[in-house]
C-alpha cells in the first residue's frame, strides 16, 4: 500500500489473475504515526476498502478484520497473525547456551 492509487490491483482484477489480500492491521483507519507524518500524503485509508472490492478472496488477521473485509468482499477468511500458545505449546527446552532465533527444517539459526 506504498501509493494512494489502486491502479494495480484494479488491472490485475481486471485479468485472469486471482488477487488474495492479507492484511492483519485496521489499515482503512486514517491514523498516522509520528514517525510517518513526512508520508501521511501517501496513505489513503479508503484504499483499502477499493482493494477487497476487487479481492477473489482475503485473509484477515482476526474477526474484527474479517467483519470489515466482508463488507466488501464474499469469500473472507480468519488467519490469526498471532501464536495461540493455548495449542502451541513449547516440548523441548533449549538447555545449551545457544540461542535459537529462527528453526529451518532441522537446521537452527
Known amino acids: 500500500m506504498l ?3 489502486t491502479f494495480f490491483e484494479r ?6 489473475a486471482k488477487v488474495v ?12 504515526s509520528s514517525g510517518n507524518k513526512a508520508l501521511q500524503m501517501l496513505k489513503n485509508p ?5 482493494i477487497i472490492s476487487c479481492a477473489d478472496m482475503v485473509f484477515a488477521g482476526n474477526e474484527h478484520l ?4 466482508s463488507e466488501f468482499c464474499s469469500d473472507v477468511k480468519i488467519i490469526p497473525t ?3 500458545t493455548d495449542y502451541h505449546k513449547l ?8 540461542i535459537c532465533i529462527g528453526l529451518d527444517g532441522n537446521r537452527n539459526y
Request: charged share 25%.
Open 3 to 5: 501509493t494512494s492509487s
Open 11 to 16: 488491472k490485475f482484477a481486471s485479468s485472469s
Open 21 to 32: 489480500f492479507d492484511f492483519d492491521d485496521a489499515i482503512w483507519l486514517p491514523n498516522v
Open 46 to 50: 479508503s484504499k483499502t476498502e477499493e
Open 66 to 69: 474479517a467483519d470489515y473485509a
Open 82 to 84: 498471532t501464536i495461540d
Open 91 to 98: 516440548r523441548n527446552q533449549n538447555t545449551s547456551n545457544r
